[in-house]
T-cell receptor, first 115, second 114 residues
Framework: EPEVTQTPSHQVTQMGQEVILRCVPISNHLYFYWYRQILGQKVEFLVSFYNNEISEKSEIFDDQFSVERPDGSNFTLKIRSTKLEDSAMYFC?????????????FGSGTRLTVV | KNQVEQSPQSLIILEGKNCTLQCNYTVSPFSNLRWYKQDTGRGPVSLTIMTFSENTKSNGRYTATLDADTKQSSLHITASQLSDSASYICVVSPSDNYGQNFVFGPGTRLSVLP
């Protein structure tokens, strides 16, 4: 079964550093998302991406964050000047279309630890 | 405000026993409700998706029910196994299936003991 692949599975970074989280969505999918989940809390929406541009972003997704689809396969989340409170699981997701709820798939996540 | 609540917050059962997890939502309009299983440190994996017209849906030992009138859903797990230990998250979509509109519940943490 097709998967959404995320790398790395775990990233440790020092406060103030920049990190790039990588995702390879399912190949025929058109809609891409980033979410985060702080330990013990709900999954929170960060940003959605369609047709090579951001379609919607939450209030969490401020100037510290950016997303990019540099080629036909990768979808990245960049976090600049990381803070301790950025420590969380970050999930990528993709879906083929919105006419049906089927096919929406999460990746296995990247655990980001800011020290 | 669109919200999803789940109960219990956590649950411990013995292997082989059945259990039922609850989800109540105040999301309107309603498009569909999903149950996900999330193993520790992993991404959510879809168990069932139900639209407004569906009352029940099964996926192996998992059976989900939906009452759109009372805005309640349940996930029943039959003959639990150790591998069922995970968080179970209820997610409601208020509109077309755009991921940015999903409303996530806090999850129920299930522990299955031998």
């Amino acid at each position: 079964e097709p998967e959404v692949t995320q790398t790395p599975s775990h990233q440790v970074t020092q406060m103030g550093q920049e990190v790039i989280l990588r995702c390879v969505p399912i190949s025929n999918h058109l809609y891409f998302y980033w979410y985060r989940q702080i330990l013990g809390q709900k999954v929170e929406f960060l940003v959605s991406f369609y047709n090579n541009e951001i379609s919607e972003k939450s209030e969490i997704f401020d100037d510290q964050f950016s997303v990019e689809r540099p080629d036909g396969s990768n979808f990245t989340l960049k976090i600049r000047s990381t803070k301790l409170e950025d420590s969380a699981m970050y999930f990528c997701a993709s879906s083929p279309r919105v006419a049906t709820p089927l096919g929406y798939t999460f990746g296995s996540g990247t655990r980001l630890t800011v020290v | 405000k669109n919200q999803v609540e789940q109960s219990p917050q956590s649950l411990i059962i013995l292997e082989g026993k059945n259990c039922t997890l609850q989800c109540n939502y105040t999301v309107s309009p309603f498009s569909n409700l999903r149950w996900y299983k999330q193993d520790t440190g992993r991404g959510p994996v879809s168990l069932t998706i139900m639209t407004f017209s569906e009352n029940t849906k099964s996926n192996g030992r998992y059976t989900a029910t939906l009452d759109a009138d009372t805005k309640q859903s349940s996930l029943h797990i039959t003959a639990s196994q150790l591998s069922d230990s995970a968080s179970y998250i209820c997610v409601v979509s208020p509109s077309d299936n755009y991921g940015q509109n999903f409303v996530f519940g806090p999850g129920t943490r299930l522990s299955v003991l031998p």
